[in-house]
T-cell receptor, first 114, second 116 residues
Framework: NAGVTQTPKFQVLKTGQSMTLQCAQDMNHEYMSWYRQDPGMGLRLIHYSVGAGITDQGEVPNGYNVSRSTTEDFPLRLLSAAPSQTSVYFC?????????????FGDGTRLSIL | AQSVTQLGSHVSVSEGALVLLRCNYS??????LFWYVQYPNQGLQLLLK??????LVKGINGFEAEFKKSETSFHLTKPSAHMSDAAEYFC??????????????FGTGTKLQVIP
């Protein structure tokens, strides 16, 4: 099992460019989420999904879009990149609604916006 | 609203010494609590979790944590630090009664340095 796979691992963008961060999981998990990790701030929830076709906003959704057309994939789109979006982005999945189940994380995408 | 406070963004210990990483939570109900570890250039991995069973929870790599309701704490300990324990550690909390997605709130992390 690959678990949660994120691509690309690294990316440099110019301000105003758009891009999609890919996330795929092979565990048939219903729940998926995107976090950003910034120094001294821990992980902050951007968007999440409780199943195909269902998404919702997290703590810091501005500037990002998501969609969930399949159980396996949960891409994150940056509409118009800004330097404030320089961060490490993690995708995570969880098998059940009940949050006593741990999340499975990808290895992250390190994004720099110039 | 739930929250997590990790005291000390950086902790240094000597190899073989006790590791103690502090976590205090705020929650209106008995929460679920987690400790995750992050090695450089990797995602987070679950160390252990508390889900209202035994208050002393044992995890991987010799780590354990004790849930203390009276102190609203869930500190992580390991009797003897190993060089391979150098990593960043995150405490996380969720409210089992929040319904729906049941969001997980992470602390700001503690970087553990192990000195030879």
């Amino acid at each position: 099992n690959a678990g949660v796979t994120q691509t690309p691992k690294f990316q440099v963008l110019k301000t105003g460019q758009s891009m999609t961060l890919q996330c795929a999981q092979d565990m048939n998990h219903e729940y998926m989420s995107w976090y950003r990790q910034d120094p001294g701030m821990g992980l902050r929830l951007i968007h999440y999904s409780v199943g195909a076709g269902i998404t919702d906003q997290g703590e810091v959704p501005n500037g990002y879009n998501v969609s969930r057309s399949t159980t396996e994939d949960f891409p994150l789109r940056l509409l118009s990149a800004a330097p404030s979006q320089t961060s490490v982005y993690f995708c995570a999945s969880r098998g059940r609604a009940n949050s006593n189940q741990p999340q499975h994380f990808g290895d992250g995408t390190r994004l720099s916006i110039l | 609203a739930q929250s997590v406070t990790q005291l000390g963004s950086h902790v240094s210990v000597s190899e073989g010494a006790l590791v103690l990483l502090r976590c205090n939570y705020s929650s209106s109900v008995p929460p679920y609590l987690f400790w995750y570890v992050q090695y450089p250039n990797q995602g987070l991995q679950l160390l252990l979790k508390y889900t209202s069973a035994a208050t002393l929870v044992k995890g991987i790599n010799g780590f354990e944590a004790e849930f203390k309701k009276s102190e609203t704490s869930f500190h992580l300990t390991k009797p003897s630090a190993h060089m391979s324990d150098a990593a960043e550690y995150f405490c996380a909390v969720s409210d089992p009664n929040s319904g729906g997605y049941q969001k997980v709130t992470f602390g700001t992390g503690t970087k553990l340095q192990v000195i030879p």
